[in-house]
Nanobody
């Protein structure tokens, strides 16, 4: 059973920064998603097991995903936060398939809230 434990959410003023952490029980492809009330879930950052990362346009240039393989932990550094970044943030894990890349996200954390005030 894959376990994902998120931390680091909170409240910050517009322009501020937060860093989210997600500790996994193994090494996986990892992603960060967010979902605000009444809105669809949005995938915002993904990192493959060897470090290749991608970002949604909404966060590109402001958010950075990184991983510490020794700790099986993925981070999301969020800078220049805007009120529209207010959401519940979730990390997710996918199996890495040799010669196949990352599978679909199957495992999800419990979520951590981020509130950005103007």
């Amino acid at each position: 059973q894959v376990q994902l434990v998120e931390s680091g959410g909170g409240s910050v003023q517009s322009g501020g920064s937060l860093r989210l952490s997600c500790a996994a029980s193994g090494r996986y492809c990892m992603g960060w998603f967010r979902q605000a009330p009444g809105k669809e879930r949005e995938g915002i950052a993904h990192i493959e097991i060897y470090g290749s990362s991608t970002y949604a346009d909404s966060v590109k240039g402001r958010f950075t995903i990184s991983q510490d393989n020794a700790k099986n932990t993925v981070y999301l550094q969020m800078n220049s936060l805007k009120p529209e970044d207010t959401s519940m943030y979730y990390c997710a894990a996918a199996q890495y398939i040799v010669f196949g890349g990352c599978s679909s996200y199957t495992y999800w954390g419990q979520g951590t809230p981020v509130t950005v005030s103007s």
